[in-house]
């Protein structure tokens, strides 16, 4: 239920960032995107009824049976989604590329970083804290999965962009090298490939390393970090 | 806290609403609409960042000490805006005039009143059930306020398709007429002015009546009906 949740989230975050009016993408996983195959109005609704869907499944007495950790599920996803998350970091996105102004400052290390711990990193974050709040994690398990949840959303990103960068949009299923003629705030922009490659390595490890107290329980969460460095689409 | 959260979700719904694929307002309580006065994007994000803050504020103790209670909260509103409420209702009236089909279906009074019910009604009908949740009220207390909510809701949206009609641009601080242009599927335009007028009146007797459990401390409840069907702007 929870995962169904943080999908809802998801799928309205890219049917709305693929609106004209946003990134204005045509594709989406190799498919025409929601205001292609339909309308903006369908695209817009849709994503609405998705976000607010998702926290209509949290409620639900299936997704877990105390109350308080249903609550506290409401409270993480809200926060990673809106003004000082998903939907804060898309905003500083747009002001980054210079939508809201012709000459927009330019963004070094530490500002992308927040960016796009903001955009991305947030719901990647929930999706692992999501696991700490229903298995009513003690704080130390509570930290090494927050460490492990944020060095991912800092690889997923990287990984994402370098993918823009030297992708086949056939393969990646979207179009590529968008990025740079948006002038959109990249760490493969500030940093350049090479270093960012070596980056998202690191981050990897420090993902992969957050997760040694839980054992081989966490076999699966580590290969999750190897992937999403490694996903060619 | 409870107010709040509902305010950020109307205000997210106007934004949206009023966006150039949707409704295409120009003018909102007599200023520039969220699109015009800045642009698509950011009346797109702040729409969506409006709705996640609700579900945030409702998450705080400061909107009620039982975290079982805020939890209902985030149910009902999830319920009252979603796909079974309010964007449900504002996707059934693209289509009822015609948006998606060029030649929709003539919606009768059942169809129109259900439309209603969710795009309007739903929301208004949360603010009721609110107090009652919030209030732990009984089964009987329950019932009654939601007569009353759903007779409000109607009764406010009958209002509101009679001052699109008969009001004053000026004084209803926003473009009026839209709806017979756009042939949007009212009451008012199902009943005739005259019937819907009469409808209305009936509604605010039946809103009133159902208050009569909770004797004068309702007084203020019961004003807000007569306020609803009586206001020019």
């Not at 998801?10 to 990134?23: E, F, G, T, V």
């Not at 102004?101 to 963004?107: E, Y």
């Amino acid at each position: 239920m929870t995962g169904a949740a943080l999908e809802c989230v998801h799928c309205y975050s890219l049917a709305h960032d693929d609106l004209p009016a946003m990134d204005n993408d045509d594709l989406r996983r190799g498919r025409p995107t929601a205001h292609k195959a339909f309308d903006e109005a369908t695209a817009i609704l849709a994503g609405d009824g998705l976000l607010t869907f998702a926290f209509d499944i949290l409620c639900r007495a299936e997704t877990h049976s105390d109350a308080e950790v249903r609550l506290n599920l409401v409270s993480a996803l809200a926060r990673a989604a809106g003004l000082g998350g998903m939907v804060g970091g898309q905003m500083l996105d747009l002001a980054a590329e210079g939508r809201f102004d012709s000459s927009p400052p330019k963004l070094g290390e530490r500002e992308v970083k927040v960016l796009q711990a903001m955009k991305t990193g947030a719901l990647l974050r929930f999706g692992c804290l999501a696991g700490a709040i229903l298995g009513k994690a003690d704080q130390s398990q509570w930290k090494a999965l927050d460490r492990y949840g944020s060095a991912l959303g800092e690889a997923f990103q990287i990984a994402d962009d370098l993918l823009d960068l030297e992708g086949d949009p056939a393969t990646v299923g979207k179009a590529t090298g968008k990025d740079a003629a948006a002038h959109k705030a990249t760490l493969v922009g500030v940093l350049g490939p090479v270093a960012a490659r070596r980056r998202l390595e690191s981050l990897v490890a420090e993902a992969q390393a957050a997760l040694s107290p839980f054992g081989g329980h966490a076999d699966v969460l580590k290969a999750a970090a190897r992937f999403v460095a490694t996903r060619q689409a």
